[in-house]
């Protein structure tokens, strides 16, 4: 694993590492390359050359990026192309995705097999009884936590009487606005 601490590192410097990581397939041998996001990994895992490539979209990647100019879209449909496989983790990012590729995308939705994974009872924060509504993510726009936290708000002032909790989880560009947000809906 390659791991960067700069975020907003550009793709000439994931261009740098393209020796490395070419280096480590050839010293590990792995049986597959998975990128996670289609654009900065995903380039690296389609210039490294190596198959079977799989490549799974995360958001911002399909949302975003190719928007940006004709040079980002087209690097998103390079990246796509030379996938064996693609995966999402939802229906709509895939019908994003396809705009860039005509290539089957496989959907991987967040979750677990309850009929093989069961409940253990384990400590919690909330009480047996509490409607819990929550999310993991970025705070970065695309996600739309303010709309969350809109409708929570909303949702609190038409059902005062359910013991209704948020909770996110997540760091990013919007996490001061945010909690100022909650702050101000007083929830």
């Known amino acids: ?12 410097k994931y261009l740098k590492a393209l020796p490395v990581v070419k280096q480590c ?5 792995p049986d597959i ?5 289609a654009t900065s990994y995903g380039l690296l895992g ?6 079977p490539f799989v490549i799974s979209v995360w958001g911002s990647d ?24 693609i995966l999402s983790t939802s ?17 991987t939705p967040f979750g677990i097999d309850t009929n093989i994974f069961k409940l253990q009872k384990t400590k919690t924060i909330f009480h047996p009884n509490d409607i819990v509504i929550g999310t993991i993510k970025s705070l970065e726009p695309v996600y739309g936590i303010d709309r969350l936290i ?3 708000h909303s949702l609190v002032q038409k059902h005062p009487k359910l013991p209704l909790k948020l909770m996110i989880v ?3 560009s919007l996490e001061h606005s945010l909690k100022q947000q909650v702050q101000d809906l007083g929830i």
């Open 33 to 37: 390359v998975h990128a996670h996001y």
């Open 1 to 12: 694993m390659i791991d960067y601490k700069h975020q907003a590192l550009s793709k000439v």
């Open 170 to 172: 997540g760091s990013g």
């Open 25 to 29: 397939i050839r010293e590990f041998r």
């Open 150 to 152: 809109d409708v929570f």
């Open 91 to 107: 229906q709509a990012m895939a019908k994003e995705t396809a705009l860039y590729t005509n290539k089957n995308i496989d959907i």
């Open 46 to 51: 389609a210039l490294s050359g190596f198959h």
């Open 62 to 85: 399909v949302y975003e990026f190719p928007k940006t100019s004709f040079l980002h879209k087209s690097l998103l449909q390079y990246n796509l192309g030379k996938a064996d496989k």
